[in-house]
């Protein structure tokens, strides 16, 4: 288990509603959401007020507005939550130039040999997040380990505004004892399947062999393997490159009408559409995805000579293309919606984008010394 280098994962404490709430000092205290309230609204971001009542992003906002009748929708302003980004970012920057951005709210940081400040990480993060509040008026949470995988996880032990420490002698211990749903990477609809099979924490996962898992998972199984060990090998990337950005969704019963395809495709593209917006990274490439029930995957795309930058466009064009080909489409059990030749693809430095939405899924591209973390 390689355990030299020094990770830290800075998450932002509810980034746009957090924005939000501290230019408009009305909103302090509130349950706040961003994004449209509309009846095919979804959530952006959503304060930690309004997250008790159990909003989250990715949310229908009728949703969120049943759970939370007081909730408070702002529209949002990607091009403040931009500049805030690069404000955070310049601070990372003063560290180390290893820094991965998942994200405007996100990121990764490899302070193995820092470019100033102590040799700890977890003096380097704190530091950080001191800078950050008193830069921008805004809270992050940190995680720090060896490893990327147990850097994200642990970034969310003590939200908000808190800090965890993973080192590698305690680390197998951690993750035996963690719950399945905390496992970055184990979604609500894999955890549910787990707890079925009776595994519930993670040393009730790394009992299965790798085979086992490969069985029971298929390929996903040989990460499930090697994470539960702490073992990632990936290293902090600044140049990681994102070839699209989607988002799909499986549905509990078979849709048939027209007119419900397209409900979910709006709700579809609006969440692409907040993640090409929160990346700055718009596509020319429109892609629909079905699968049927009899579990045939259909694909049709539309490629244009400029960036799709309107969500009223991508929607269009999704709508056109369902149109076009419903007859052999039919019926479906899945629809998806994704955008690719994306204007930093081709970039020195593009965006790894992590699609943590339920029910969307992007690609999943996924020295020695005494220093302490």
Known sequence: MESSRKIIHIDMDAFYASVEQRDRPELKGKPVAVG???????????????????VRSAMPSVTAKRLCPDLVFVKSRFDVYRAVSQQIRAIFEDYTELVEPLSLDEAYLDVTEPLR??????????????????????TASAGISFNKFLAKVAS????PNGMKV???????????ELDIEAFHGI?????????????????????????????????VGRHYYRIVRAEDHR????????????AERTFKENLTKVADMEEKLA???????????????????????AKTPDFKILTRSRTFNREVRKE??????????????????????????AVSNLSKEQESLGIQLELDFPGAKGSANETNGTDHL
Do not use: W
Request: hydrophobic share 40%; glycine share 10%.
């Open 117 to 138: 400040g102590p040799r700890s990480a977890t003096l380097i993060a704190g530091e950080i997040r001191k800078r950050i509040e008193a830069e921008t008026g805004l």
């Open 312 to 337: 009223a466009t991508l929607l269009r064009t999704v709508r056109e293309l369902l149109l076009e080909h419903l007859e052999e489409i039919g019926q479906v059990r899945l629809l998806g919606v």
């Open 166 to 176: 993973i080192p590698p002698e305690e680390a197998l211990a951690f993750l035996e």
């Open 235 to 246: 290293p902090v990337n600044p140049n990681r490159i994102r070839k699209s950005i989607g």
């Open 36 to 54: 449209g309230s509309s009846l095919r609204g979804v959530v952006a971001s959503a304060s930690y007020e309004a997250r008790k009542y159990g």
């Open 156 to 159: 969310d032990i003590n939200k």
């Open 187 to 219: 979604g609500k609809v894999t955890a549910t399947k787990m707890r079925r099979m009776g595994i519930f924490k993670g040393r009730d996962l790394k009992a299965l062999s790798e085979i086992e898992m490969v069985q029971r998972f298929g390929k």
């Open 267 to 289: 709700y579809l593209c609006q969440v692409v559409h907040q993640y090409m917006e929160k990346s700055d990274n718009f596509g020319r490439t429109v892609t629909l995805k």
